[in-house]
């Protein structure tokens, strides 16, 4: 039997550090098993998908811009995927492929474990309006969060996700952004703003409420400027990297056997590789 092989589909695919925490659990588990980037180009995903069998692969992930794309190749899909339209997370059974969407879960999981109390929160902000804010609407409307505002630079787009998710959830621009602050016990920034150090938007953090929570799913760099005039307002904080280990668990039970640990260990060897 060839020792299980899984693959991080994307383009590009060099700056996914998904090989890095995959292979710290093969060695922390002693699991002989590989994983291995695969840069498949835009329009290349259901040729890629067509070969996974015949590569030996068991599995593995997706990651921009193909997540769509997985999930329209998959032949059976979980709820959470179909929620989302998107895939991340594929595996083949008995000869068929199959797709989750674990990105919901990491977001849940990771808050389970540094802010549990989040789960009392009765309104959040969410700022965004692409997939990854559609990811955070429904892990808060699933965490029972019935009150939910989700503002983008570009209005109409959130108008459309807040229709699409339904009831109790509001879309707007960024000019209602301080007004939403206020009423808000959890803030999370589901854009990339901020990735290469820029604000992309200005938040009054004095508006704020006291004991509130700000999470942003960005985790280069760990301390946006989001997450930094948060701290400086004196809200709780929560980084991107703890989703991002998270997200990566169910997979690699699924194609190794073995249930991983988000340990402080991996993610140092995280931190280390970005340069934190
Ligand atoms: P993803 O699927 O990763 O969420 P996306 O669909 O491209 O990616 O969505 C990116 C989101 O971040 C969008 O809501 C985008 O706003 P627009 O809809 O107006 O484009 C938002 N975004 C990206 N860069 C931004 C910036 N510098 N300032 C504010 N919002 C930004």
Redesign the pocket.
């Known amino acids: 039997v060839n020792a299980p092989a899984a693959f991080v589909a994307g383009w590009p695919v060099s700056h996914s550090r998904s090989p890095l925490i995959h292979r710290y659990w093969l060695n922390r588990y002693g699991i002989v098993g590989d994983y291995r980037p695969e840069a498949v180009p835009p329009d290349g995903f259901a040729e890629f998908a067509a070969s996974i069998a015949s590569k030996g692969y068991v599995g593995g992930n997706v990651t ?1 811009p193909h997540k769509e794309a997985a999930f329209r190749a998959c032949n059976v899909t979980t709820p959470a995927a179909r929620s989302l339209g998107a895939v991340n997370t594929l595996w083949i059974q008995y000869g068929t492929l199959h797709g989750d969407n674990t990105d919901v879960f990491g977001f849940t999981a990771n808050l389970d474990e540094t802010a549990p109390d989040w789960r009392a929160a009765r309104t959040a902000l969410v700022l ?6 559609r990811g955070v609407v429904r892990a808060l409307l699933d965490a029972a969060i019935s009150a939910v505002t989700v503002l ?3 209005p109409e ?1 959130a108008r459309d996700l807040a229709l699409a998710a339904g009831q109790g959830v509001r879309g707007g621009g960024l000019d209602d952004l301080d007004e939403a602050l206020g009423a808000a016990d959890i803030v999370v920034n ?4 901020g990735m290469d150090g ?1 604000a ?2 200005t938040v009054d953090w004095s508006r704020a409420r006291r004991g509130a929570i700000a999470v942003d799913i960005v985790y280069v760099p760990l301390m946006t400027p989001f997450l930094a005039g948060a701290a400086t307002a004196g809200l709780r904080i929560v980084d991107g990297l703890g989703m991002l280990l998270h997200q990566a668990a169910p997979g690699f039970e699924r194609w190794f056997g073995r249930r991983p640990e988000v340990d402080g260990e991996l993610r140092r060897a995280v931190l280390a590789d970005l340069g934190a």
């Open positions: 921009i965004g309006a692409g997939g990854a804010a983008n630079r570009t787009r589901a854009t990339p703003a820029a992309g938007f």
